[in-house]
């Protein structure tokens, strides 16, 4: 595990992080229970203005990253129609791209959107649990 | 076409999606099971039995249809009925499932505490799911009468009594078996003769005219026209007549026909040549209830290709029979990578109507002129193939195409019979449920009876435009927009879906005739009515700043949190 190492060579200065077994594990939502109950945890639980900072923040950073694939899709899909107008002639081009060529791209965005959105997840947990 | 096979696949996908249901049944105990199988089903049989709910009628015949009669363009419905998952899977899984709400209007209510955004949602469910259901069962309807020439309305009643049991019976965990073996079913139903048809194709010599514009004819083949057409002629073409032709009665005449337009009687007979193009025909006299049909592939303007996209993309959040199936997963995770497995396999799957509507506009280009073209799919392997293993194919597809009715109309059963229970019935118990689902399913089975006529592809382009402009906004503005308020949520919800419906209700009666800048708008409303939508919602939201509900704040904290961190809130 690269957790030994970081351990090893890296000099704390802070309070010690707590590191939590089987972060991933959790973070896909199998166990939802938290463990413990710190700081930003309570702020949100609250509802404090601090606490909803939290929560803006997280949903910013996930509105980001939708925002980013619904540009991509716009990018990608937005000017075939006025290509297919402008090239009337260009029939197998359009049988090709809209029958089979934009299924691929479709799915390797929604993957590349999860593994994002997951990544925000995690980080969000990392920073609410470990202070 | 010969039936001695048809009927037996098509018996024997009923009784399979009977007995998948009653195993259901059995496991499915608690109330909790019935509505939303407990929410534990993992990612994989979700996303088959989400595809297999999603794959219509549409999907399975309408699509091949619609490329025969108008050409590529019309590829814009599977790919945009993809795509539909993926900005469903960036704005919307998540929280949803995270909202904890059963139905839309559950949603609408956790979300606004109004009572009666609640209604107005239950009442657009209920209209977008009849909607929806009316082409399920007329598709239903025309394959048996192309398999056996039985009457119209016999598919469509066996569909609905079908669904009326397996749903009533077993509720949502039943029916998510059903579903998820009913994606297979149909995916092998279009894949295995796709193999073969292709094989056949080249076995031709890879003739690769279907691309070009106009089709034409292979061989001599004669053309029964069964509701009175204009064809519009750009060239003087001849053709060999038995029938009606301009007002004119010919016996067996070789007919030169000048350029312009020629309008056919019904019942009329005419045998093109080898290698004429096929003219192109307008419906009249009452036919042209579609949009799409009432535009040649000429006049459709770019307006309507970007309207399509438009409500496509943004009307599958929206449909009701989608929303209901994100509750049974286990959590909002497992609701994004179900989301993806989904694109995946729907994905795959509308690789192959494509390949339908090719060999189609090759084999069978009288279609366009006959006025049944949703039926290539079931005739192209009897056409292309003939002999016993045609017929075996052929089956094969009907079953497919009856699992694609069945499926389809399960969800929206269950999502409209869901609506009614909670909102309408007296009291909430699995027995009124049963009650909701006789409901659900008897308004539009009369109507299909009744009305009957419209293109299976374009009815399901009206669901999608409509859930578009109402639910799309309220689904999108409710998660990610704090200040969003009950009164404009109302108004947003009224002013784009109620514009897109009446817009499309114009449209049905017939009333900007053809060809008018006015008609494209109307008949292709989602360019307009969308933005409408969204506009409206956010105005009145921003003039009625004192009604945001008071708990939204922990209500979107709960939607967007991760599971593990929050805290035991009660959903």
Same mark, same amino acid.
């Given at each position: 595990m690269p957790q030994d190492h970081t351990e090893r060579r890296v000099v704390v200065t802070g309070p010690p992080r707590q590191t939590v077994p089987h972060a991933r594990l959790r973070s896909r939502g199998r166990y939802p229970q938290a463990s413990g109950s710190y700081r930003p945890r309570t702020e949100i639980d609250e509802q404090t203005t601090l606490g909803h900072t939290y929560v803006r923040s997280l949903m910013r950073t996930q509105l980001r990253a939708a925002l980013t694939v619904i540009t991509v899709l716009g990018l990608l899909v937005g000017p075939l129609p006025l290509l297919f107008a402008a090239l009337p002639d260009a029939r197998r081009l359009e049988w090709a791209v809209l029958g089979f060529g934009l299924y691929v791209p479709l799915v390797l965005l929604a993957h590349w959107y999860v593994r994002r959105a997951e990544r925000n997840e995690r980080d969000f947990v990392r920073l609410v649990e470990d202070r | 076409m010969n039936s001695s096979y048809a009927i037996p696949a098509v018996a024997l996908v009923v009784v399979a999606t009977v007995l998948v249901g009653a195993f259901g049944l059995r496991i499915s105990r608690t109330t909790s099971d019935f509505y939303v199988a407990s929410r534990t089903v993992g990612p994989r049989l979700n996303a088959a039995a989400i595809s297999g709910e999603y794959l219509s009628a549409a999907s399975f015949l309408g699509i091949a249809g619609l490329v025969l009669v108008q050409g590529p363009d019309m590829l814009w419905y599977p790919v945009g009925y993809t795509a539909g998952y993926l900005v469903l899977l960036i704005f919307v899984a998540a929280p949803l499932r995270r909202s904890?709400?059963? $139905?839309l209007p559950d949603f609408a209510e956790a979300r606004l505490a109004s009572q009666a955004v609640r209604r107005l949602a239950g009442a657009f469910v209920v209209g977008v799911g009849w909607l929806y259901l009316l082409p399920q069962l007329q598709g239903a309807g025309l394959t048996l009468t192309v398999l056996t020439r039985a009457p119209d309305w016999l598919g469509g009643v066996i569909v609905a009594v079908v669904v009326t049991a397996t749903v009533a019976a077993g509720g949502m965990r039943s029916i998510t078996f059903v579903q998820a073996f009913q994606y297979w079913l149909k995916l092998t139903a279009l894949l295995v003769p796709a193999l073969f048809l292709v094989l056949t194709w080249q076995h031709d010599g890879a003739p690769r005219h279907a691309f070009d514009e106009p089709a034409t004819f292979r061989e001599q083949r004669v053309v029964r026209v069964d509701d009175a057409i204009d064809l519009r002629l750009d060239r003087p073409l001849t053709v060999m007549v038995t029938g009606t032709v301009d007002g004119r009665t010919h016996t067996a005449t070789r007919l030169e026909l000048t350029a312009g337009t020629h309008h056919i009687e019904r019942g009329t007979r005419l045998t093109f040549t080898r290698g004429a193009p096929v003219p192109e025909a307008w419906r009249s006299g009452g036919g042209d209830l579609s949009p799409s049909q009432a535009e040649s592939r000429e006049e459709r303007p770019l307006y309507a290709t970007y309207g399509l996209i438009l409500a496509t993309f943004l009307g599958t959040m929206g449909l009701p029979h989608v929303v209901v199936r994100?509750? $049974?997963?286990?959590h909002g995770v497992a609701a994004r990578r179900t989301t993806v497995a989904v694109l995946g396999l729907i994905g795959a799957f509308y690789l192959l109507p494509p390949v339908y509507g090719a060999l189609g506009r090759l084999y069978a280009p009288e279609l366009t002129l006959s006025g049944d073209p949703d039926a290539a799919v079931l005739l192209l392997p009897d056409r292309m193939i003939g002999g016993v293993g045609g017929d075996l194919l052929g089956a094969l597809v009907a079953g497919g195409a009856f699992a694609a009715f069945l499926s389809t109309a399960s969800g929206l059963t269950m999502a409209v019979a869901g609506v009614l229970t909670q909102d309408v019935l007296p009291s909430r118990g699995v027995r009124h449920f049963r009650l909701g689902t006789v409901l659900a399913m008897a308004v539009p089975l009369a109507a299909s009876v009744l009305v009957g006529g419209l293109p299976v592809a374009d009815a399901v382009g009206l669901a999608f435009a409509v859930s578009a402009s109402s639910f799309c906004p309220l689904l999108v503005l409710g998660i990610w927009w704090r200040r969003l308020t009950p009164p404009g949520a109302a108004a947003g919800m009224l002013v784009g879906g109620g514009s897109a419906l009446l817009a499309v209700a114009a449209t049905m009666g017939g009333y900007p005739g053809e060809g008018a800048a006015l008609h494209a708008l109307l008949a292709w409303p989602a360019l307009w009515s969308v933005p409408l939508g969204f506009l409206t919602m956010i105005l009145v939201s921003l003039a009625t700043p004192g009604r945001v509900p008071p708990g939204t704040a922990s209500v979107l904290a709960r939607f967007h949190l991760p599971e593990e961190v929050r805290s035991e809130v009660t959903a």
């Open positions: - | 904890g709400a059963y $139905t994100f509750y $049974t997963s286990p």
